[in-house]
């Protein structure tokens, strides 16, 4: 079983920065892209930025500029959040393509972060 946690949300006003952060814990696993969403309430979740195991990324055309992705390592996710917009006020979630001991992949979800940010 892994378990991934975000922190680093919260309240923001508009123009500011946030970081946050995914950590990775439990079972043993191999790591391939990793991804930031983010959703509001009655819309689907949205990609926001990802993350492959080479270090290519890619970014939904509303934050290309100001948020960057990158990754310490395989078990830790971090989203720079600059010149940040009230539309930009979401639950984020990460998200971690694993592959277990025994061979099978499967996408790992956190719970969440809010970040809010206040015009």
């Known amino acids: 079983q892994v378990q991934l946690v975000e922190s680093g949300g919260g309240l923001v006003q508009a123009g500011g920065s946030l970081r946050l952060s995914c950590a990775a814990s439990?079972?043993?696993?191999?790591?391939?892209?990793m991804a930031w969403y983010r959703q509001t309430p009655g819309k689907q979740r949205e990609l926001v930025a990802s993350?492959?195991?080479?270090?290519?990324t890619n970014y939904a055309d509303s934050v290309k500029g100001r948020f960057a992705i990158s990754r310490a390592n395989a078990r830790t996710l971090y989203l720079q959040m600059n010149s940040l917009k009230a539309d930009d006020t979401a639950v984020y979630y990460c998200?971690?393509?694993?592959?277990?001991?025994?061979?099978?992949?499967?996408?790992?979800w956190g719970q969440g972060t809010q970040v809010t940010v206040s015009s």
């Open positions: 998200k971690i393509n694993i592959q277990t001991p025994m061979g099978s992949w499967s996408d790992a």
């Open positions: 439990g079972s043993p696993f191999t790591a391939s892209d």
């Open positions: 993350i492959t195991r080479g270090g290519s």
